[in-house]
């Protein structure tokens, strides 16, 4: 089974500021079965990213998503207010029968 | 657009099934290359997805929940339900469900959400 640990666990940053956060996988992950969520509070998680890179309908471009093997990247290029959320990497096992979550980031204002 | 809608009771007593209901609207459940999943979040904590069916009725779960969950899927209704026996205070959370895209060689995300229930267990 595959873990996935996401650090570090809470980023202080002030709004403009760029926001790098780390997702790492216990072993080889293919990018195609990558992805990333915001979730701010009371609401459901929001898809960001897939396929480790690839921005889904709507998400603004100042999110951008890197990585490869074991190490993925999420980056905020500039932090907007509404940005300060939680954020949760998953993958998708390549046996086709499991999905993970990480622990998640939560990107709060400095 | 499509949504998505639970339902279900949201309290359950120690030992009991939790039964919940995810019916989809604005498209069709029986779509190809969609998976309909459950996830859960209890209070403070992060997401733990707990299983995913096709509407063919194929699914897969979460090996630590697998043994106490069945997910089902009924096309004619357009929704599809989680069952969780033998539930604890440990399963005391919101529970979303939610489709993803996949095919056999990419995985394209949870891109629709339920606005998710809460389920609290105790006697």
């Known amino acids: 089974e595959i873990v996935l640990t996401q650090s570090p666990g809470t980023l202080s940053l002030s709004p403009g500021e760029r926001a790098t956060l780390s997702c790492r996988a216990s072993q080889s992950v293919s990018s195609s079965y990558l992805a990333w969520y915001q979730q701010k509070p009371g609401q459901a998680p929001r898809l960001l990213i897939y396929?480790?890179?690839s921005r889904a309908t709507g998400i603004p471009d100042r999110f951008s998503g890197s990585g490869s093997g074991t190490d993925f990247t999420l980056t905020i290029s500039r932090l907007e207010p509404e940005d300060f959320a939680v954020y949760y990497c998953q993958q998708y096992g390549s046996s086709h029968d499991t999905l993970t979550f990480g622990g998640g980031t939560k990107v709060e204002i400095k | 657009q499509l949504q998505l809608q639970e339902s279900g009771p949201g309290l359950v007593k120690p030992s009991e099934t939790l039964s919940l209901t995810c019916t989809v609207s604005?498209?069709?459940?029986?779509?190809?290359?969609?998976?309909w999943g459950w996830i859960r979040q209890p209070p403070g904590k992060g997401l733990e997805w707990i299983g995913s069916?096709?509407?063919?009725?194929?699914?897969y779960y979460n090996p630590s929940l697998k043994s106490r969950v069945t997910i089902s899927v009924d096309t004619s209704k357009n929704q599809f339900s989680l069952k969780l026996s033998s539930v604890t205070a440990a399963d005391t959370a919101v529970y979303y469900c939610?489709?993803?895209?996949?095919?056999?060689?990419?995985?394209?995300?949870?891109?629709?959400w339920g606005q998710g229930t809460t389920v609290t267990v105790s006697s």
């Open positions: 604005g498209g069709s459940i029986s779509s190809s290359s969609y998976y």
């Open positions: 396929g480790a890179s």
């Open positions: 069916i096709y509407y063919s009725g194929s699914t």
């Open positions: 939610a489709r993803s895209v996949t095919t056999p060689s990419y995985y394209y995300g949870m891109d629709v």
